[in-house]
């Protein structure tokens, strides 16, 4: 990961990725590590092998702090405690998810519920938390992940296409509304990333042949394939951009 672009503003910038010790998170850990950013992040299960994993790589340690997304007062005092220790959080990424599949037909009150929790209510209150900090500091970035699943219209998993539609529209009426105070809020939609998790669960030669057909470009994409995005969008070259919904998926799907 050492070849990716520099962007000055961000080093010295409190910075906070939500699920920021696996998968696609830990790429954007080590992604703002790199930059001379204060990072912190958060998930449930123990992360410091992982920060001294960092420190070593890159001479920067992220702080680690464990909450659970789905119970609102964690994520506020996770939030609470990560500005007290880096200062103001300036970027904002909502990352973590979760894509459990359950057949439609054996979802759940208690099941859905929970899938809204941690896909899109934490998104939510995670930016409610982070706002007057923003707001003192004179601006900053929110970056909500979503996924191309829900344009697909993917079948599998309904919560959780649903809940990264309602996060594209959050995006939007979010951005409208932090815009006065130089508060930028985007979405980044990635295609198909083979983190392990994918690969442990969902991953198989028939299906990612079947999705590789679908995008322009045939290689497949890696949790470093999405830094890049969420770097431009966490920095100044991406100023004047906000309540847009990027999407990093290999030429899957077309907007605009």
Not at 77 to 101: E, Q, W
Not at 111 to 120: G, K, Q, T, Y
Not at 177 to 206: M, S, Y
Request: charged fraction near 20%; charge should be neutral.
């Amino acid at each position: 990961m050492t070849d990716l672009p520099t962007f000055p503003d961000l080093k010295g910038q409190s910075v906070f990725v939500t699920g920021g010790g696996s998968g696609i998170g830990a790429a954007l850990t080590e992604g703002f590590l790199r930059q001379g950013c204060k990072v912190a992040f958060c998930q449930r299960s123990d992360a410091t092998a992982f920060c001294d994993a960092m420190e070593q790589k890159t001479g920067n340690r992220p702080l680690f702090l464990p909450c659970d997304l789905t119970l609102v007062d964690q994520v506020q005092l996770t939030l609470s405690t990560a500005a007290r220790v880096h200062g103001p959080i300036t970027v904002l990424v909502n990352n973590a998810a979760d894509d459990k599949r359950v057949e439609t037909a054996k979802i759940d009150e208690a099941f859905w519920d929970w899938s809204m929790a941690i896909n899109l209510r934490s998104y939510f209150f995670a930016a409610q938390a982070v706002l007057p900090g923003m707001k003192a500091a004179g601006g900053g970035s929110i970056i909500n992940f979503s996924s191309i699943s829900y344009m697909m219209a993917d079948t599998g998993y309904v919560p959780y296409i649903t809940a990264n539609a309602g996060i594209t529209g959050m995006t939007r009426t979010l951005a409208r509304e932090f815009g006065p105070d130089r508060i930028r809020v985007n979405a980044l939609a990635p295609g198909w990333v083979l983190t392990q998790k994918q690969k442990d669960l969902w991953v198989t030669p028939e299906a990612l042949a079947t999705h590789v057909a679908r995008q322009c470009l045939k290689d497949t994409l890696d949790p470093e394939d999405i830094v890049g995005g969420v770097l431009f969008l966490a920095s100044k070259a991406s100023r004047m951009m906000t309540g847009q919904a990027m999407v990093i998926d290999g030429g899957v799907v077309v907007t605009g």
